[in-house]
């Protein structure tokens, strides 16, 4: 079992940043590719970003290329998001997950474990 431990959201004014961690405890995440999802009330969750197993390949979706970053720290077992330049509809709880493989993914069926998320709120 894996469990999963999101940190760092808040209320941010449009423009700002945070920064999102993950952190897992039960095993290590190394051997796995790691995502963020979001999930905005009355909307289905869906993919943020995603990375492989050693970092050396990412994804993001369209909305979020450019202003977000994804990392990872296997010796801590934790998994980052930055987020600069936010806008309101960043607003949403973002969730990170662990996958069944070593490369990064974008379909939240392709993880097994995830964290109970973690509120972001941009004000306009």
């Known amino acids: 079992q894996v469990q999963l431990v999101e940190s760092g959201g808040g209320l941010v004014q449009a423009g700002g940043s945070l920064r999102l961690s993950c952190a897992a405890s039960g095993r290590t995440v190394s051997w796995y590719g790691m995502g963020w999802f979001r999930q905005a009330p009355g909307k289905e969750r869906e993919s943020v970003a995603a990375?492989?197993?050693?970092?050396?390949?990412?994804y993001y979706a369209d909305s979020v290329k450019g202003r977000f970053t994804i990392s990872r720290d296997n010796a801590k077992n934790t998994v980052y998001l930055q987020m600069n330049s936010l806008k309101p509809e960043d607003t949403a709880v973002y969730y990170c997950?662990?996958?069944?493989?070593?490369?990064?993914?974008?379909?939240?069926?392709?993880?097994?474990?995830w964290g109970q998320g973690t509120q972001v709120t941009v004000s306009s």
């Open positions: 997950a662990v996958g069944g493989r070593p490369d990064p993914s974008s379909d939240p069926y392709e993880y097994n474990y």
């Open positions: 990375i492989s197993r050693s970092g050396s390949s990412t």
